[in-house]
């Protein structure tokens, strides 16, 4: 079996960014809603999982904030445009027949993780959509990221292809070190992202090459003789680095709020079509028309409402973008 766990927020803001100006009719911002369920639908279609859900941040841990009282102090509280599509974009979500699943001062990345072992646990594959990072720590011949980001899919004399799955290969051809080693090489790096200071000049390049040397972090942080230049910046920043390597690493046993097994994709078509066509995605709404129809499921076309089809001159940019929350 396979299933797909979908990093909520990153694909949200995401798709706020990709698509501009979308409204309907009645002034509502639709953007994000729009470019998150045309990536969803993408995602169910390319994958053909058996399992889906999607993953959402709720708040955070106690145990990173107590670590590091400034972990993500920096980001900037989410744009009233996007706050108001949440609700809406979950309802549609729910109606695909995806759950949205989180867990009060949880971060989506660490319930992805428990849900990864988990499913492991009982012989399910995973793939993960996400620009985390962190999340690449768990990749291994059964669980594999779905990329969208332009540097994994755009290869050298060829059309682009519109997704990449990373598996160890992959990742080891990206950051230069193997899954299991990428919680040591951020440790060195930090992440700006999320306010973890690494060591001052030392970059993927030069982390990756340590690590590929000395095999570990714990083992470089103990080699005898090293270099007077690499033993004083890593002399500097030893306390840090192992607070790091700590905030780095994933939660792998949480208590999952929704077991795997109600992941079954199950859409609910009437509520899908008719929130569709509230929305104004006329073309979405009619994809999942001949969806239904297809299994055996009839609409009366007299009671579809006519709607705007501004969206459709932008379904275009929904991959074009590599923002990252």
Known sequence: MRLLLVDGHYYLYRSFFAIRGLKNSRGEP????????????KMLIDIKPDLAAVIWDAGLPERRTTLQPSYKEHREEMPEELQVQQEPLKKLITSLGVKSVSAPQTEADDLIASYIIAAQAGGVESIVATNDKDIMQLVNDEVRIYSVSRADIEEEGSKPRTHALLGPAEVEEKWGVKPSQIVDLLALTGDTADNIPGI????KKTAAKWIQQFGSL????TAPHLDPKIHAKIESSHAQLLQNREMI?????LPLPIPIESFEIQPNYPTLIQ??????????????EQEAQ???IAFEEDKIDSVATQQEVLESTVHETTYCP
């Open 30 to 41: 639709t953007n994000a809603i729009y470019g998150f369920i045309k990536a969803l639908r």
């Open 218 to 221: 714990e083992a470089l942080l």
């Open 200 to 203: 001052p000049g030392v970059g």
């Open 249 to 253: 690493q994933l939660h792998l046993d």
């Open 275 to 288: 929130e569709l066509h509230y929305l104004e995605f006329r073309t979405l709404a009619k994809d999942m």
């Open 294 to 296: 297809r299994w055996g």
